[in-house]
């Protein structure tokens, strides 16, 4: 079997549906093969970094790995912008970028470059990915492709970029029959901790949960919910999990940050006790005065990378755990526990929704208001799946105003930030 044939069959049997791909000579062989296969289809993009941000949107909705393809050189180059956005965002994605053939690979020498549009683009890449290899024997190709989807989407989903020289693409293998790539089982590694969270959320006054989007790239959105309705909090959101809950959800307070509801920072400041779920606490969402963000609060914050815990905001209380994990084990731990009423706390959170409306953040301004014009594009959007938003700050005004349904989601470039997103 030719090795650019073995590719379709791996990634047909993972069940992917779209490739995104500008073509470029040095992909001719494994789009040839895909094409003649036809299982799956082909999308050619204008732009190798649409492509690239297609790949990611389908994996931030789908939990799989996208898949984007380009030429070397400037093809594998322009993809740069969109595997950051993976990265910092979360999403799972496998980048297959074409290369010269083996011979005209400069390797050690003392010069520049050997073959036309050669570059390395897995050195340029190792920055932005999870993990970034070049495949140099042919025979290998079956077990770095399932190593690229395993380490895509194990722990804190991210891109992996797979560099296929041409003369390796056009190679006969004997190739083992493609099988399905199984997603490892979360784990948890804190159940001693639950009982302090639960006393501590039991005894403060002010409790606030703040979600980030790691609770849609840990896949445990269902989980969120049913525990949100388990314990009755009230929750604010970052950026990237604007969709966490219904616009008509009463524990919804909304978007916090440095462009966010004025009522939902307000309500942040004034809690004691703040769960973060999948959020790595961003200058944008504390603002720069770190110690004043910490003030008088215990702070639980819930990561599946323990660098993130504790890296700007000192003295949280550890969870280094998936969320998924972490959100089964307590919702199993709270069980039937008579959980404390919080009536005064939401009716306050609540004078401070109708004491500063989104709306009148503008209200100086003549012609469309941006947030009456959201709120209103939001009645007309009922049947929409997915909003997607560029970057600037039309992507602000829809965060503060969007009325999402249960749903609907909500994609934008988060950590990345780039503009051509949408």
């Known amino acids: 079997m030719k090795v650019s044939d073995y590719v379709n069959s791996f990634l047909k049997k993972n069940e992917v549906k779209f490739i995104f791909e500008m073509s470029g000579g040095m992909i001719t062989h494994l789009l040839d093969s895909i094409y003649q296969k036809n299982e799956i289809k082909i999308v050619s993009m204008k732009h190798e970094q649409s492509a690239a941000f297609a790949a990611d949107t389908v994996g931030r909705l789908t939990g799989k790995p996208g898949i984007a393809m380009a030429t070397s050189g400037p093809g594998a180059t322009n993809l740069i912008t969109g595997i950051g956005s993976s990265y910092f965002d979360s999403s799972p994605t496998v980048f297959i970028t074409g290369q010269v053939n083996r011979n005209e690979l400069k390797k050690n020498r003392k010069i520049r470059q050997l073959g036309f549009q050669e570059t ?3 050195s340029i890449i190792k920055p932005i990915t999870k993990k970034a290899f070049r495949a140099t024997n042919a025979k290998n190709v079956p077990d770095l492709l399932k190593k690229a989807y395993e380490v895509s989407t194990s722990g804190r989903p991210g891109p992996v970029l797979l560099d296929l020289p041409m003369d390796v693409q056009r190679t006969q293998i004997k190739a083992p029959k493609a099988k399905k790539v199984s ?33 849609h790239s840990s896949r445990s959105l269902d989980l969120f919910r049913k525990f949100i309705h388990l314990i009755k909090i009230p ?123 989104d709306y009148k953040e503008n209200s100086k301004i003549s012609g ?55």
């Open 368 to 422: 469309i208001n941006p947030n009456n014009f959201i709120h209103k594009l939001s009645k007309f959007s009922k049947k929409a799946s997915v909003i997607v938003s560029d970057v600037g700050q039309h992507q602000m005004w829809a965060a503060q105003s969007l009325e999402l349904h249960k749903n609907q989601r909500f994609v934008t470039s988060g950590g990345m930030g780039s503009m051509g997103f949408g």
């Open 183 to 215: 997603i490892q089982a979360k784990k948890f590694y804190k159940n001693n901790i639950l009982k302090k969270l639960f006393f501590d959320l039991q005894n403060s006054k002010k409790p606030i949960i703040l979600v980030g989007g790691g609770i």
């Open 120 to 122: 390395d683009i897995v």
């Open 235 to 357: 929750v604010v959101n970052s950026l990237m999990a604007v969709d966490a809950l219904p616009y008509s959800e009463p524990l919804r307070v909304g978007f916090i940050g440095s462009y966010g509801n004025r009522w939902a920072n307000i309500t942040l400041s004034n809690s004691d006790f703040v769960l973060v779920l999948g959020s790595r606490l961003d200058v944008r969402q504390t603002g720069s005065q770190v110690k004043e963000f910490k003030e008088d609060k215990i702070i639980y914050h819930v990561d599946c990378e323990k660098g993130e815990i504790n890296n700007r905001i000192s003295g949280c209380a550890e969870v280094n755990s998936d969320l998924q994990a972490f959100l089964t084990n307590i919702i199993k731990y709270i069980g039937k526990k008579k959980i404390q009423a919080r009536n005064d706390w939401i009716n306050e959170i609540n004078s401070l929704k109708n004491s500063f409306p």
